[in-house]
C-alpha cells in the first residue's frame, strides 16, 4: 500500500515539474527585474520619456536584430547605456543572422509575439500588419524628429505616409576590393564607371594570375544587389526596374535581358573566380568574406558594412577600397540607390509602444548612444549626428561616407523601388540554384532567365 | 456509515488499481503526446487543405491545390530523390557498421562496457548543431580531410561544391551516429544461445559460416526493429543539411525535412509545407510496409512454420 502512494506521488512530482519547466521564463524574469531594482537605487538621471508614465512602473521591452558580430556587441553597449539613464526600463535583448532573425520573427509573427522593437529592412511589407505605426508618437513627440530632415522619413514610410519606422541609417551596395592584389595580378582597379565586362575580366585575370577567387558571393543579397540592379541599369534612367513601382508586377517584360548576368556569373564559377555553391556555404557573415580571409579580391558590401572589413583588413596591413556596382555601359544608368539599411519599428503586439517608441528615437538620435554605434548599421539620418560622426570619422567610416556621397550624385530615377515584395525569398533560391544548374550544364542561361522570370512573376 | 465504507473501499481499489497507477505514471507523457505531437498532427491535417502562411495567419481552404502544386514542383521531386538517396545508402551503412561493432564487442572483456559508453558517444552529440559545424568544416575546401590529402600529394576534393559528391559527408555523419542501434544489437548478440556455436564449432563450422548461419538467422528480428527505426530517423534527418550545405549544390543535398522547413519557414507556405508531410507519410507507411511484407522472406522466427 505505501508503495502505491509513494507512486502517486511520484506521478504527481513529475506532472508538476512537467509544469515548472513551462513557467521557467517568469521566474527568471523576476530575477532580472529585481537587478534592475539595484542599480535603480544608484542612477538619479531623469529620463524625459517616463514622464508620462508612473517613474517607478517596470517596463520590460524586447528588442532584436540581426547583424555581425560588431554590431551585436555596440547593440548591447547601447542597450546598456539605455538602461542605465532608464532605471525602470529593463530590455531583453536577442540577436541573429539574417537568416535566423526572419525564421524567428516568422515563428512570432504566427503567435503575435513580435518583438516590442525589432529591425526590418526592404522587406518589410510581408510583416507591415506587425508594424505600429509611429505617427502619433511623432505628433506627440514621443518619437523626435526634429533632427531628421523629410526626405530621410520619407524613406521608411509606406505610400500612403505611414512612417514605419525610423531609418537606422543610409546605404547602398558597392564593390570592397583589395588593390594590392589588383595590383599584383596586373588588372586596372575599377572606376566609378566600370562595366560588368571590365569587373568580370578583372575577376578572371586575378583567379588566373593569384589562384584566388576573383571576387567573393553575397550569398542571399545577390538577387538585389546584383540580378535586381542590373535590371535597373537598362535603356533610359528609371525605364525598367525588376517590380514595378506599385508592385503589382513585373518591371521589364523580357526575361533575356537577365541572361548576360546569369551567364556572366556561371562563367566565372566555372572558371574558379566565384565561389560556388560548397564555398559560398562557407561565408557566414561579412566578417569571415573571403575578401577578409584573403582568399577573393573583391566582395559585395552593402556600404555599411565597409568600415568593419576595413578595420579587420587593416590589422593585418591591407587598405581595402570601395567601388560602385559595375554597370552595364559606362554611360548608362547606375541602377543604385540610396536606401534605409534597415529601420527599427514598434509592434503591435508590444504592451509598452510608447517605451519602444521612445527607445527608438533616443537610439536615433542621441549623441552618446550613436558615438558607441559609430553609424555601423549605416549613414545616420540625424543631421547633428551624422556631422558630429563624419568629423570624427576613421579612415574606415570616412571611405563610406565618401562612397556614399559619391553615389548619391549619380544621377537616379524620381522614384524607385528598393522593397521586396511577399515570395521573394523563393524566388531568390531558385534563382540562385538555376545558376548552379547553368554552371552544371544541365540547363542554359536562356532557360535560367525565363525560369526567374516565370517564379517572379508568379508571385501577383 | 456504510455506504461512505463502501464508497471508500471503491475509491481505494480504484486508487490501488494497476491500471490507474498506470495511466498516472504515463499521464506526462499523454499529455506531451497529445499537446505536441496529436494536435500538431491533426491541425496539419487541415492546413495542407488550405493556403496557411506564418505571415497573413490565414487558413483559407483550397481543396487540393496544394498537392496538385506540389507534383509540378521538380524541387520536390529532386528532394524526393535525394531522401531515397540517403536513406538507401545510409541505413544499410549504419546498420552493418554497427553490427562489426557490437559483434567485436560481444568479447568477454572488462573493457567492453567502457568501449560501448565511447561508441555510443557519437549518437549522442551526432544530431546537434555543433557536430554538424565540425563536420562542415571536417569537409571544407580546405578543411582537415583535404588539408591531409595535400599534404600527402593527393588532389583536394571539394566536397560541397560538387553535387554527386555532397551528400556523402551526410551519409557519413549519419552512419557515425551508429550508436543505438549497436547497443540493440549487442543485447541481441547476448540472447543467441552459445551452445549453437558450440555444435557447429564441433562439427566443424569456420568462423564466418557461424556468423552467416547462425549469428544472422538468430538476429534477423533485431535487425528487422533496427532497419524500421532507422529507416523512419533517416527520412526525418533535418539538422545535418540544414547547417552543413543549406541544401545545395542544386539542391542535391536537399533533404525532404530541410524542404519542408523552407516551404513553412522560410517562403511562407505553411499550407504547402502540410501537405508535403502527409506526402512523406504516405511514402515512409509504404516503405515500412515493404521492410514489414518482405520480412517473412527474411526473418527467422524460432516459433515460426
Redesign the interface.
Known amino acids: 500500500m505505501k508503495k502505491q502512494i509513494l507512486a502517486f506521488l511520484l506521478a504527481v512530482a513529475m506532472v508538476l515539474s512537467l509544469a515548472a519547466c513551462g513557467n521557467n521564463d517568469s521566474s527568471t524574469e523576476t530575477t532580472a527585474a529585481a537587478d534592475t531594482t539595484t542599480t535603480a537605487a544608484d542612477t538619479t538621471t531623469e529620463a524625459e520619456s517616463e514622464e508620462t508614465t508612473t517613474a517607478d512602473e517596470e517596463i520590460n521591452l524586447r528588442m532584436a536584430w540581426w547583424g555581425s558580430q560588431t554590431r551585436h556587441d555596440i547593440t548591447v553597449e547601447v542597450i546598456e547605456m539605455y538602461e542605465d539613464l532608464n532605471p525602470n526600463v529593463k530590455i531583453e535583448y536577442e540577436f541573429y543572422s539574417f537568416d535566423d532573425y526572419f525564421t524567428k520573427l516568422k515563428t512570432l509573427v504566427a503567435s503575435d509575439q513580435v518583438w516590442d522593437i525589432f529591425q526590418l529592412g526592404g522587406n518589410f511589407p510581408m510583416y507591415q500588419d506587425k508594424i505600429f505605426y509611429l505617427n502619433d508618437y511623432i505628433d506627440s513627440g514621443i518619437v523626435d524628429v526634429a533632427g531628421i530632415s523629410d526626405s530621410y522619413l520619407k524613406i521608411t514610410q509606406d505610400t500612403e505616409g505611414n512612417q514605419l519606422g525610423l531609418s537606422n541609417g543610409l546605404n547602398t551596395y558597392g564593390i570592397a576590393y583589395d588593390p594590392a592584389m589588383f595590383a599584383e595580378a596586373g588588372v586596372a582597379e575599377p572606376t566609378e564607371t566600370w562595366t560588368w565586362d571590365d569587373y568580370k575580366n578583372a575577376a578572371m585575370t586575378i583567379t588566373e594570375k593569384l589562384d584566388i577567387f576573383g571576387s567573393s558571393s553575397f550569398t542571399t543579397s545577390d538577387f538585389i544587389a546584383g540580378c535586381s540592379t542590373y535590371i535597373g541599369q537598362y535603356g533610359d534612367i528609371g525605364e525598367y526596374s525588376f517590380f514595378n513601382l506599385d508592385h503589382t508586377g513585373m518591371g521589364f517584360d523580357d526575361p533575356a535581358m537577365l541572361t548576360p548576368f546569369i551567364q556572366m556569373r556561371a562563367d566565372m564559377i566555372n572558371a574558379g573566380a566565384y565561389p560556388d555553391a560548397g564555398a559560398s556555404t562557407e561565408i557566414t557573415n561579412i566578417e569571415n568574406d573571403f575578401l577578409v580571409t584573403g582568399e577573393a579580391a573583391m566582395t559585395w558590401v552593402a556600404a555599411n558594412q565597409f568600415p568593419t572589413i576595413y578595420d579587420i583588413c587593416l590589422a593585418e596591413d591591407r587598405t581595402l577600397k570601395l567601388a560602385p556596382l559595375p554597370r552595364i555601359k559606362a554611360d548608362g544608368p547606375s541602377g543604385a540607390a540610396i536606401q534605409s539599411s534597415q529601420m527599427l519599428c514598434v509592434s503591435q503586439d508590444s504592451q509598452s509602444k510608447e517605451a519602444a517608441a521612445a527607445f527608438i528615437s533616443w537610439f536615433q538620435n542621441d549623441p552618446d548612444c550613436n558615438s558607441i554605434l559609430q553609424g555601423e548599421r549605416g549613414i545616420p539620418v540625424n543631421n547633428t549626428v551624422r556631422d558630429t560622426l563624419s568629423a570624427s570619422a576613421t579612415p574606415g567610416q570616412q571611405v563610406m561616407y565618401d562612397f556614399v556621397n559619391m553615389v548619391s550624385g549619380f544621377e537616379m530615377p524620381e522614384k524607385i523601388n528598393v522593397l521586396s515584395p511577399d515570395g521573394q525569398d523563393l524566388v531568390q533560391d531558385n534563382y540562385l540554384n538555376y545558376i548552379q544548374q547553368v554552371t552544371f550544364g544541365e540547363i542554359t542561361a536562356e532557360e535560367a532567365a525565363q525560369k526567374t522570370y516565370d517564379d517572379a512573376s508568379s508571385i501577383f | 456509515m456504510k455506504g461512505a465504507a463502501i464508497k471508500n473501499g471503491r475509491m481505494r481499489s480504484l ?2 488499481n494497476d491500471n490507474t ?1 498506470g495511466h ?2 504515463a ?2 507523457f499523454i ?2 503526446f497529445i499537446s505536441f505531437s496529436l494536435i500538431p498532427i491533426v491541425f496539419s491535417f487541415y492546413y495542407s487543405f488550405t493556403d496557411y502562411s ?4 490565414t487558413a483559407e481552404w483550397i481543396g487540393f491545390v496544394n498537392f496538385v502544386n506540389i507534383f509540378k514542383d521538380e ?1 520536390f521531386f529532386k528532394s524526393l530523390l535525394k531522401t531515397l538517396q540517403y536513406v538507401v545508402v545510409s541505413v544499410p551503412l549504419k546498420l552493418s557498421f554497427s553490427l562489426m561493432i557490437a559483434f567485436l564487442l560481444t568479447r568477454k572483456s572488462k573493457l567492453v562496457t567502457l568501449y560501448r559508453s565511447l561508441y555510443y558517444i557519437p549518437s549522442l552529440v551526432g544530431g546537434s548543431v555543433a557536430v554538424a559545424l565540425v563536420w ?1 568544416q571536417l569537409f ?2 580546405r578543411g582537415l580531410f583535404n588539408t591531409v590529402l595535400d599534404n600527402i600529394g593527393l588532389p583536394t576534393i ?6 554527386n559528391l ?1 551528400i556523402y559527408p551526410l551519409i557519413l555523419l549519419s552512419v557515425w551516429q551508429f550508436g543505438s542501434s549497436m547497443i540493440i544489437f549487442a543485447a541481441g548478440l547476448k540472447e543467441i544461445p552459445t551452445t549453437y556455436y558450440e555444435a557447429a564449432k564441433i562439427d566443424g563450422a569456420k568462423g564466418y559460416q557461424s556468423f552467416f548461419r547462425i549469428t544472422l538467422p538468430c538476429l534477423s528480428p533485431i535487425i528487422q526493429y533496427n532497419l524500421v527505426m532507422q529507416t523512419i530517423a533517416a527520412f526525418m534527418s533535418f539538422t545535418q543539411a540544414l547547417i ?3 541544401g ?4 542535391s543535398t536537399m533533404l525532404y525535412g530541410l524542404y519542408v522547413y ?1 516551404q513553412a ?4 507556405n505553411m499550407g504547402y509545407a502540410s501537405a508535403m508531410s502527409w506526402i512523406m507519410l504516405i511514402v515512409m507507411s509504404l516503405v515500412t510496409m515493404v521492410i514489414f511484407k518482405s520480412s517473412k522472406l527474411w526473418v527467422f522466427s524460432e516459433s515460426g512454420d
Open positions: 486508487i490501488y497507477v498516472i505514471f499521464l506526462p499529455f506531451g506564418l505571415g497573413t495567419k524541387v562542415k571544407a575546401r571539394n566536397w560541397f561544391g560538387d553535387q555532397a552543413i550545405t543549406g545545395g549544390p542544386n539542391n523552407n519557414f522560410k517562403y511562407n
